[in-house]
């Protein structure tokens, strides 16, 4: 079972709903998104207050390890708390029982201590906060404790690009070991309408005098009395600690101000959900052009589209705009600026869009998708894949390249028909894979849809012939992962008549080794046409020798090599009433013909490269193809194609190649002057487009980042 086992240990404590608290909820939230992902937070206090854990305890994939009561008789120095050294211990037997793939901390001594463990350090990343952010505040025996830090992890979280841009500054590193982690907000579950609805402000957070909790209070009882205030935070910190109980009976008494003391997150965000503008507004000591800190507040009003009044800065500037119409300096501005926003419903609604679309960005899930690359990193078990399938020629290249690769183990489920398969022997493999590739989208994809297991990835790859079935009707799609079509023409064709999803779909060419192909040319190939596979009859056999009629007739040099099983050695074809008879009438017409000479019928075999060397054009006339590989092949060995247009042909072969009518077709062979820089041309054109080397890549990939 491919997981991402991640611990989080955060030296904060989740009775205190302040920022670094939230800080590890999001952490859950964001790491939870994907099922994939199996989470431990390891919890730094004895639970007393319920309203940041419960939340945390919502997510199926999250396990919280309380200390005090899940890691049986281990005793604490503090009754309450953990301390650094006990947390570290505790991290490294979690670590020793459950061997995590990646483990994530938030705290600087912390950090400080886990660098002293080998075990460990290799892989963590800490997130680091609390450093000075400029040269001039910043001493040197923090830098150098930072440099340490850089150096011992395999990559750091910084919060944003100007803390980044600091922290290299201050330590004078290129900085390619580290990551973004912005603040989050959890997802956007609906599009909000972006109406006033109550005239009422909001705050919800943490009350300290850079905070300007008491120039908020100050401001908030000269707002109009048709004007409320709902504020929400019972955290107090700092010189406010002191004045806690006058701040207090001023929450209460001031008579537009609802106060609401501590709430849960959820709850938070319900009370910003029913307000109509945020409160974001903070000194410039915090808030300035040398700021490189994001305030998540902000950006949880945003997600819920209430416009916020918040001081102009440079990084603010460059999340909203310059000409975002809320920034306000002074207690006049936010009381003017509050007003005049709750009666311009145009203005209302262009702000709330406008912070809206500036939160999308730090979702959970946006941020989850952002950093799962790196956090897969740290998963280094091989990939179990399992490539099922009744004919597995086409894709055997890509087996092959995925046998070699060290990350993966491959193993085939092959299967003897559309339907008919060993089912004991598929439930063996399916038990064992992380990844099913079904080649063909037929009753292997209905099987494997039917039965995948919910952490397994699923991917089918479609050709032509699964458009005609009843197959692609019968699959759990949900079940699905990946859709890949083998041409631009194929992959519309199931959207538009199977109604396969196009958020599942992908576009895949097929493949050749192009460097196989590259032979010399025999003498005489100038009149030598060549055609592969000609069962059943929708391949058209009759059309190329209409082609080499029209040639040899004119000039007798021209023959038509035929690379093909014959229809009386399929028996199965042989039963159609009028596949026999087509065959039968295709055959008389070359006993009695002329050129019957001409008509070389060569043995089916895997010697494509060797037989191309004689032909000089490749011919494909069927009445439809999904792909059409062999004319591709003939590109390669610097065959000429000639493609009598079928649909699709046009986004895979080039314009100059494709015929509406024999009649072209055989004039342009008639016609045709041979150059090297013609050879060369027709050779790159495979070679860039569908070798192997570009498509075996594609397909890795696709397999690989399964998981991502």
Same mark, same amino acid.
């Given at each position: 079972?491919?997981?991402?086992?991640?611990?989080?240990?955060?030296?904060?404590?989740?009775?205190?709903?302040?920022?670094?608290?939230?800080?590890?909820?999001?952490?859950?939230?964001m790491?939870?998104?994907?099922?994939?992902?199996?989470?431990?937070i390891?919890?730094?206090?004895?639970?007393?207050?319920?309203?940041?854990?419960d939340?945390?305890?919502?997510?199926?994939?999250?396990?919280?390890?309380?200390?005090?009561?899940?890691?049986?008789?281990?005793?604490?120095?503090?009754?309450?708390?953990?301390?650094?050294d006990?947390?570290v211990?505790?991290?490294?037997?979690?670590?020793?029982?459950?061997?995590?793939?990646?483990?994530?901390?938030?705290?600087?001594?912390?950090?400080?201590?886990?660098?002293?463990?080998p075990?460990?350090?290799?892989?963590?990343?800490?997130?680091?906060?609390d450093?000075?952010?400029?040269?001039?505040?910043?001493?040197?025996?923090?830098?150098?404790?930072?440099?340490?830090?850089?150096?011992?992890?395999?990559?750091?979280?910084?919060?944003?690009e100007?803390?980044?841009?600091?922290?290299?500054?201050?330590?004078?590193?290129s900085?390619?070991k580290?990551?973004?982690?912005?603040?989050?907000?959890?997802?956007?579950?609906?599009?909000?309408?972006?109406?006033?609805?109550?005239?009422?402000?909001?705050?919800?957070?943490?009350?300290?005098?850079?905070?300007?909790?008491?120039?908020?209070?100050?401001?908030?009882?000269?707002?109009?009395?048709?004007?409320?205030?709902?504020?929400?935070?019972?955290k107090?910190?700092?010189?406010?600690?002191?004045?806690?109980?006058?701040?207090?009976?001023? $929450?209460?008494?001031?008579?537009?101000?609802?106060?609401?003391?501590?709430?849960?997150?959820?709850e938070?965000?319900?009370?910003?959900?029913?307000?109509?503008?945020?409160?974001?507004?903070?000194? %410039?000591?915090?808030?300035?052009?040398?700021?490189?800190e994001?305030?998540?507040?902000?950006?949880?009003?945003?997600?819920l589209?209430?416009?916020?009044?918040?001081?102009?800065?440079?990084?603010?500037?460059?999340?909203?705009?310059?000409?975002?119409?809320?920034?306000v300096?002074?207690?006049?501005?936010?009381?003017?600026?509050?007003?005049?926003?709750?009666?311009?419903?145009? $203005?209302?609604?262009?702000?709330?869009?406008?912070?809206?679309?500036?939160s999308?960005?730090?979702?959970?899930? %946006?941020?989850?998708?952002?950093?799962?690359?790196?956090?897969?990193?740290?998963?280094?078990?091989?990939?179990?894949?399992?490539?099922?399938?009744?004919?597995?020629?086409?894709?055997?290249?890509?087996?092959?390249?995925?046998?070699?690769?060290?990350?993966?183990?491959?193993?085939?489920?092959?299967?003897?028909?559309?339907?008919?398969?060993?089912?004991?022997?598929?439930?063996?493999?399916l038990?064992?894979?992380?990844?099913?590739?079904?080649?063909?989208?037929?009753?292997?994809?209905?099987?494997?849809?039917?039965?995948?297991?919910?952490?397994?990835?699923l991917?089918?790859?479609m050709?032509?012939?699964?458009?005609?079935?009843?197959?692609?009707?019968n699959?759990?799609?949900?079940n699905?992962?990946?859709?890949?079509?083998?041409?631009?023409?194929?992959?519309?064709?199931?959207?538009?008549?199977?109604?396969?999803?196009?958020?599942?779909?992908?576009?895949?060419?097929?493949?050749?080794?192009?460097?196989?192909?590259?032979?010399?040319?025999?003498a005489?190939?100038?009149?030598?046409?060549?055609v592969?596979?000609?069962?059943?009859?929708?391949?058209?056999?009759?059309?190329?020798?209409d082609?080499?009629?029209?040639?040899?007739l004119?000039?007798?040099r021209?023959?038509?090599?035929?690379?093909?099983?014959?229809?009386?050695?399929?028996?199965?074809?042989?039963?159609?009433?009028e596949?026999?008879?087509?065959?039968?009438?295709?055959?008389?017409?070359?006993?009695?013909?002329?050129?019957?000479?001409?008509?070389?019928?060569?043995?089916?075999?895997?010697?494509? %490269?060797?037989?191309?060397?004689?032909?000089?054009?490749?011919?494909?006339?069927?009445?439809?193809?999904?792909?059409? $590989?062999?004319?591709m092949?003939?590109?390669?060995?610097?065959?000429?194609?000639c493609?009598?247009?079928?649909?699709?042909?046009?986004?895979?072969?080039?314009?100059?190649?494709i015929?509406?009518?024999?009649?072209d077709?055989?004039?342009?062979?008639?016609?045709?002057?041979?150059?090297?820089?013609?050879?060369e041309?027709?050779?790159?054109?495979?070679?860039?487009?569908?070798?192997?080397?570009?498509?075996?890549s594609? $397909?890795?990939?696709?397999?690989?980042?399964a998981?991502?």
């Open positions: 079972m491919k997981v991402l086992k991640v611990l989080v240990y955060g030296d904060v404590d989740l009775n205190i709903m302040d920022g670094s608290a939230v800080w590890l909820t999001s952490m859950a939230g790491l939870a998104t994907s099922p994939d992902v199996q989470v431990d390891l919890l730094k206090a004895r639970v007393k207050n319920t309203l940041l854990t939340e945390m305890a919502m997510y199926p994939n999250v396990n919280m390890i309380q200390p005090y009561s899940d890691l049986g008789k281990r005793t604490f120095k503090n009754g309450n708390r953990m301390q650094v006990e947390a211990a505790v991290m490294r037997e979690l670590d020793e029982a459950e061997a995590y793939h990646v483990i994530i901390i938030r705290g600087f001594q912390l950090v400080k201590a886990v660098m002293e463990e075990r460990l350090v290799d892989k963590t990343i800490p997130y680091i906060t450093f000075h952010h400029t040269l001039a505040a910043s001493s040197r025996s923090e830098r150098r404790e930072l440099g340490e830090i850089y150096r011992s992890f395999p990559h750091i979280f910084l919060q944003t100007a803390m980044k841009t600091a922290f290299e500054r201050l330590v004078n590193v900085g390619e580290i990551a973004i982690l912005s603040p989050m907000v959890p997802n956007i579950v609906e599009k909000p309408d972006f109406k006033n609805r109550n005239n009422r402000l909001v705050y919800t957070g943490k009350f300290a005098k850079d905070w300007y909790t008491e120039e908020i209070i100050e401001a908030s009882s000269k707002l109009g009395m048709d004007i409320s205030v709902q504020i929400a935070g019972d107090f910190q700092g010189e406010l600690t002191a004045k806690q109980d006058q701040i207090k009976e001023r $929450l209460q008494k001031t008579p537009n101000i609802d106060w609401k003391g501590a709430l849960s997150r959820s938070s965000q319900r009370l910003i959900k029913e307000g109509d503008i945020g409160i974001s507004w903070r000194s %410039a000591e915090v808030d300035n052009d040398h700021s490189v994001l305030s998540t507040k902000l950006l949880e009003y945003g997600r589209g209430k416009p916020m009044l918040l001081r102009r800065t440079k990084m603010h500037e460059g999340l909203l705009g310059k000409n975002y119409p809320l920034f300096t002074t207690e006049a501005e936010f009381t003017e600026k509050a007003g005049l926003i709750l009666e311009d419903r145009a $203005l209302y609604e262009r702000s709330a869009m406008t912070v809206f679309e500036a999308q960005h730090f979702t959970m899930e %946006a941020s989850y998708q952002r950093l799962k690359g790196l956090l897969w990193q740290y998963q280094t078990d091989k990939t179990r894949v399992v490539f099922a399938g009744h004919d597995l020629k086409f894709i055997q290249m890509a087996i092959t390249h995925c046998e070699a690769n060290p990350k993966l183990e491959v193993k085939i489920d092959q299967w003897k028909g559309h339907e008919k398969h060993d089912e004991a022997k598929g439930r063996e493999l038990n064992w894979a992380d990844v099913i590739f079904c080649e063909w989208g037929l009753g292997n994809a209905v099987w494997y849809s039917q039965h995948k297991k919910e952490h397994q990835k991917i089918v790859r050709h032509l012939q699964e458009r005609e079935t009843v197959h692609p009707a699959y759990k799609l949900e699905i992962d990946h859709i890949i079509a083998i041409s631009p023409y194929i992959y519309e064709e199931f959207h538009r008549v199977c109604g396969m999803p196009r958020e599942k779909m992908t576009m895949i060419y097929n493949m050749i080794d192009t460097e196989a192909y590259r032979l010399p040319k025999k005489g190939n100038r009149y030598h046409l060549g592969c596979g000609v069962l059943p009859s929708r391949k058209r056999l009759d059309l190329s020798l082609i080499l009629e029209k040639l040899w004119k000039d007798n021209y023959k038509l090599f035929v690379k093909s099983r014959m229809p009386q050695d399929t028996p199965w074809l042989m039963k159609r009433d596949e026999r008879t087509y065959y039968e009438q295709v055959f008389a017409r070359i006993k009695s013909a002329p050129w019957k000479d001409a008509v070389i019928f060569d043995t089916h075999g895997d010697d494509m %490269a060797q037989w191309m060397q004689k032909i000089g054009f490749m011919l494909s006339t069927s009445d439809f193809e999904s792909f059409h $590989l062999a004319p092949e003939g590109m390669a060995s610097a065959s000429v194609p493609v009598l247009h079928w649909s699709g042909a046009e986004t895979i072969y080039p314009y100059g190649n015929f509406e009518c024999v009649a077709m055989a004039a342009f062979i008639e016609n045709y002057k041979d150059t090297r820089e013609k050879r041309k027709l050779q790159a054109y495979p070679r860039e487009r569908f070798d192997k080397t570009v498509i075996c594609s $397909l890795e990939k696709l397999i690989t980042g998981f991502l």
